[in-house]
């Protein structure tokens, strides 16, 4: 049975939008850096940019494009949303699990370092467990 999301649940679908897209836009400002800005950076960041592998490069991408057309598709109580949002707490996780795996980022930040990826990864776990929950509830179509 198809009951109408209520306008809470639309507030959480903008805020996970807005959450998204600035998502998007720190991902095209990290794609598009050039060499003088990446010199300008501190220098452990410098060293976590440079061992940086291209794909996981693609998974921020995938993370930020899937969260963003899941979070629209929330919005509108589209049925996609869930698991376009799954798609998008996949490539978070294995994203932010490679970047540890793969660069100095740890030894570099420590503990430090871990507060943000562990943000990011539980907002997204979030989104996706809201929208899951929506389409329990017979909110999208």
């Known amino acids: ?36 800005q990446r010199a300008a950076l501190p220098l452990d960041q410098q060293q976590i940019n440079a061992a940086m592998p291209v ?7 995938l993370a930020t494009l899937a969260g963003s ?16 949002l799954r798609v998008s707490f996949v490539a978070i996780v294995v994203q932010m699990l490679a970047s540890y795996a793969l660069t100095p980022v740890w030894s ?14 539980l907002v997204v776990a979030a989104v996706w467990l809201f929208a899951r929950s929506a389409a329990r509830r017979g909110w999208l179509r």
């Open 1 to 36: 049975m198809q009951t109408r999301m209520p306008l809470g649940a639309r507030v959480v679908a903008l805020t996970a939008l807005l959450w998204n897209l600035f998502g998007l836009l720190v991902f095209a400002l990290q794609v598009s850096m050039t060499p003088e």
């Open 55 to 61: 794909w996981i490069y693609g998974l921020f991408g």
């Open 69 to 84: 057309a899941g979070s629209v598709a929330l919005l509108f109580a589209r049925r996609w949303a869930e698991p376009m």
């Open 108 to 121: 570099l930040t420590g503990l430090r370092g871990l507060g943000f990826p562990l943000l990011l990864i």
